[in-house]
């Protein structure tokens, strides 16, 4: 895989509040919950590290839309009015590739703050 890799597909499944990308044929589904918890921006990931906000009760969030910024992001509009983290295509990427080990980082931050995630509709 190319080190800045860009997705050469991108869809937005609005029924199934998925957002698929594909990457040199390799195809990958992250849910709109896992990208809002996963947000780039400053009110989930603080201003430094160890200033990260733990994001609860998303488990229902959705995508209302997406749109390019320049050649090198996508700004994703969360139908509880977050839009302000821009996810890159490195970031996106990265988000991709580590997708189990992330999701597991956040259920245990979870599990430790004392939360516990409604079940799956």
């Known amino acids: 895989m190319e080190a800045n890799p860009v997705p050469s597909e991108i869809q937005l499944h609005k029924l199934s509040r998925t957002l698929e990308l594909v990457y040199e044929g390799q195809q990958f589904r992250l849910t709109a919950e896992f990208l809002r918890v996963n947000s780039p921006s400053a009110e989930v990931q603080g201003h430094g ?16 839309q997406i749109e390019p910024v320049g050649h090198y992001a ?12 821009l996810f890159s295509w490195d970031y996106l990427h990265h ?3 580590n997708r189990d080990q992330i999701w597991h980082q956040y259920l245990d931050k979870l599990m430790a703050a004392g939360y516990e995630r409604e079940s799956d509709a």
């Not at 509009?77 to 983290?85: E, Q, V």
């Open 49 to 64: 590290p160890g200033q990260e906000v733990l994001q609860v009760q998303k488990e229902n969030v959705g995508i209302s």
């Open 74 to 85: 996508i700004k994703i509009y969360f139908d509880d009015g977050h839009d302000s983290g």
């Open 95 to 97: 988000l991709c590739v």
